[in-house]
C-alpha cells in the first residue's frame, strides 16, 4: 500500500491520456486529504479522476439543494462520507427518545438520495460508520437502544439492508477496515482536534483505496481467477518428496491448520464465481493425488476449473490457462509461496496480480485479506456454476484438436441458442454482464437493472438475449444486443457485448444474423454499429468490417452501416430455439 506522501505525489505527475470520469466527495467533516489520496488511487489504477470536494459539512445542501454544486458537476459517482463523529455530537445533544430514532433517522437520509431521479443514474458510494466505543454503559449498550454503539450497529446493518433495496448505492466498509487495523491506527485525535479530519494519514490509503474498488469493479475492472501453486502453497510440504501421508494439512494444531483454512478460503472463492486453476511445477498424478485421497483436502478437483500440472515454467502454464479462459491476464491472480516464481510471473505477464506473500504461512490470510483483491460489483445465481463452465470450456479445446477442420469441430457440437427479449428473469444477468463485459464490447455502455426494465419497455428499441447450449451443457446467457430507432430506416447497435467463453463458434454470425432478421421485420433498412475504444475492448476493433459493414465517412467517432436489403446470412452451426 502506497503512503499518502505517494499518492499526493502521483496526482501531480498524471500521465496524459488516461482515462477520465466524474467522483464527487460529499462529506461532514474534513475530506481535503481523503480527496488527494482517492485521486492518487485512481492514477495508480489507470484513472485521470476528475473530483469535486464539496465544502465542509455540506451535505444536506447538496443532496437536497437542486442548485448546489453537486447537482451542477453532474457526477458519475457520488462518494459520501459522514463520520461516526458527527453522528456521535447529535447523539449527544437528543433526547433518550430520540436518540432511539438516530440510525432510522439517517438511513431515511441515505434512501432519499438513492431514490431521488436526479441520481437515479449515479453510483452513491457511502462509507459505513466506525464504532467508537464511548463507554457510557460498557458492554451493556448492546441492551440499550439508545445507546451510541446499538444506533451506529443499527445504521450499518440498515445501509446493508438498503444496499439491496437500492441497485445504484454501493457502502464502502470502512468499519472492516477499523476492525483489521484498530481504532488507534484511523484515528489521530490529535489531528482531529486542529484538523477536523477524522482519518488519519496512515488511513487515508486505505480507506481511498477501498472507494477506489468499488469504482474499479462497477466499471468492470476487477479479478475474476486465482491460479494457485500446489507444495506450500495449498499445502505444507512438497507432495513429490513426502508422499500424501507427509504433507501437511489438517484441523488440529500446527502449520498444516494454516494451509486448510486457506483452503477454506478459495472454497468460498470458488463459492462466490471466482475461478480457480492450478498452475504446478509438478508430474500431474502426483499433484492430483491429495485432492482425491487427502481426508483433510478441502478444495477437491471439482473446485478446479483448469488444472496445469507439469514440467514446463509456471509462466507457460498460466498463458494456457489464459488461453482456455479467455479472459486477460489483468483479471488473474497467481499465488505462489516461492519468491522467484513469483517474480519470474511478473516480469514475463504484465498486468496479472501476483501478491508478496509471508514467508509464514500461518501469515497469509491475513495478509490477503488486507489486499480485498476480489471485490466485486455484481453477484448473480450465475456465478455459482461458473467453475464447471469453465471445466466443460476445457473440455471442448481438448475436442477441437482431434479435428482437422474448425467447421467440422464446431458442427460436433450441437450447439443451440435461445433468443429473447429483456425479462423479469433475465435482466438480472443482462445487467451483470454490462458490469462486467470488458472485452468483447463495442461501446463499453454499463446498464443498471432499472436501465434493462426501461429499455425493455421502449418501442423504438430492439433488445435481444442469447444463451448458448451445446453437448458438454449450458454456458447460460452469453450475449446482448440493445439496437434504438435512430430514423425510421435506421437502427443503431447501442450495446453489443459477448462473453469471452464463446469466442470462435459462430456467434458473432449468428448474433447478426438474428439482428437483420428482426431489423427486416420492423421495416429497418441499414444498421449502424459504433466502436468506442478502450484499453480493453481492442479485440472486436475489426469487428464491424469482418462482419461486412462498410465504414462510415465524416462521422465524430469510428462508425459502420450495413445495408440490410443486400445482406446475405453468414454460415454458422447454432441452431434457433424460441424463447
Known amino acids: 500500500m502506497l503512503q499518502f506522501k505517494e499518492l499526493k505525489k502521483k496526482t501531480k505527475n498524471i500521465p496524459e491520456g488516461l482515462p477520465s470520469f466524474k467522483v464527487a466527495l460529499v462529506g461532514d467533516t474534513a475530506t481535503q486529504f481523503l480527496a488527494t489520496a482517492i485521486r492518487g488511487v485512481g492514477v495508480e489504477c489507470g484513472y485521470n479522476i476528475n ?12 443532496f437536497l439543494d437542486p442548485s448546489s454544486e453537486l447537482y451542477q458537476f453532474d457526477a458519475d459517482f457520488i462518494v459520501l462520507f459522514q463520520s461516526t463523529h458527527k453522528l456521535g455530537e447529535k447523539h449527544a445533544l437528543l433526547t433518550v427518545a430520540e436518540q432511539e430514532n438516530l440510525a432510522k433517522e439517517r438511513t431515511d437520509f441515505v434512501a432519499s438520495v438513492c431514490s431521488n431521479p436526479a441520481f437515479a443514474n449515479k453510483k452513491i458510494i457511502c462509507l459505513n460508520y466506525p464504532e467508537i466505543d464511548d463507554t457510557v454503559f460498557g458492554s451493556y449498550a448492546t441492551k440499550v437502544t439508545s445507546s451510541l454503539t446499538y444506533q451506529v450497529r443499527s445504521l450499518n446493518m440498515a445501509l446493508m439492508d438498503l444496499s439491496q433495496q ?40 486505505y480507506v481511498a483505496s477501498r472507494v477506489m474498488d468499488i469504482i474499479c469493479a462497477v466499471k468492470g475492472q476487477f479479478k475474476k481467477c486465482l491460479i494457485l501453486d500446489l507444495d506450500n502453497t495449498v499445502w505444507g510440504g512438497v507432495i513429490g518428496d513426502d508422499g500424501i501421508e507427509g504433507i501437511q494439512l489438517g484441523h488440529g494444531l500446527g502449520i498444516g491448520k494454516a494451509f486448510t483454512e486457506f ?63 479467455n479472459i486477460g491476464f489483468d483479471s488473474m491472480v497467481f499465488l505462489d509461496d516461492n519468491p522467484f516464481e513469483r517474480n519470474m510471473v511478473r516480469e514475463n505477464i504484465p498486468g496479472i496480480t501476483v501478491p508478496e506473500l509471508p514467508e509464514d504461512p500461518g501469515e497469509y490470510l491475513e495478509y490477503l485479506y488486507s489486499l480485498n483483491l476480489f471485490e466485486t460489483a455484481s453477484y448473480s445465481q450465475a456465478d455459482k456454476d461458473r467453475t464447471k463452465q469453465y471445466q466443460v470450456e476445457a473440455q471442448r479445446v481438448s475436442l477441437q484438436k482431434t479435428f482437422s477442420n474448425e467447421a467440422d469441430f464446431l458442427k460436433s457440437l450441437n450447439m443451440v441458442s435461445t433468443v429473447s427479449g429483456f425479462t423479469k428473469f433475465n435482466t438480472p444477468r443482462v445487467a451483470q454482464l454490462s458490469q462486467r463485459s470488458n472485452q468483447f464490447n463495442l461501446r463499453t455502455i454499463r446498464y443498471t437493472e432499472a436501465d434493462i426494465e426501461a429499455l425493455a419497455q421502449d418501442p423504438d428499441v430492439i433488445d435481444l438475449s442469447f444463451t448458448l447450449e451445446d453437448k458438454f451443457g ?11 430507432k435512430q430514423d425510421a430506416e435506421t437502427l443503431f447497435v447501442d450495446t453489443w457485448f459477448m462473453s469471452c467463453r464463446v469466442l470462435k463458434r459462430g456467434m458473432e454470425n449468428f448474433t447478426l444474423n ?42 465524430p467517432t469510428t462508425q459502420y452501416v450495413l445495408d440490410v436489403d443486400q445482406y446475405v446470412e453468414r454460415e454458422c452451426y447454432i441452431e434457433t430455439e424460441k424463447a
Not at 473530483?51 to 447538496?62: D, G, I, K, T
Not at 477499523?178 to 484538523?195: C, E, I
Open 514 to 555: 438474428t439482428m437483420v432478421r428482426y431489423a427486416k421485420e420492423q421495416g429497418y433498412k441499414r444498421i449502424v454499429g459504433e466502436y468506442l475504444p478502450t484499453l480493453k475492448n481492442k479485440m472486436v476493433e475489426h469487428h464491424y468490417p469482418e462482419l461486412g459493414f462498410k465504414l462510415l465517412q465524416e462521422t
Open 474 to 484: 449450458d454456458n447460460g446467457l452469453i450475449a446482448v444486443i440493445i439496437m434504438k
Open 263 to 325: 483452503q477454506m478460503w478459495f472454497k468460498k472463492l470458488k463459492q462466490r464465481g471466482i475461478i480457480i486453476c492450478v498452475a504446478s511445477k509438478n508430474n500431474e498424478d502426483t499433484a492430483k493425488e491429495p485432492f482425491e485421497k487427502h481426508p483433510d483436502m478441502v478444495l477437491k478437483l471439482s473446485d478446479i476449473a483448469v488444472f496445469q500440472a507439469n514440467w514446463e515454467t509456471k509462466v507457460d502454464n498460466i498463458r494456457t490457462i489464459q488461453s482456455i479462459l
Open 166 to 205: 437500492y441497485p445504484n448505492l454501493y457502502v464502502c466498509d470502512i468499519a472492516g477496515l477499523q476492525n483489521k487495523f484498530g481504532r488507534d491506527f484511523m484515528f489521530a485525535p490529535n489531528v482531529y482536534v486542529s484538523t477536523e479530519m477524522v482519518l488519519s494519514i496512515d488511513a487515508l490509503p
Open 51 to 62: 473530483l469535486f470536494e464539496a465544502e465542509y459539512n455540506q451535505v444536506e445542501r447538496q
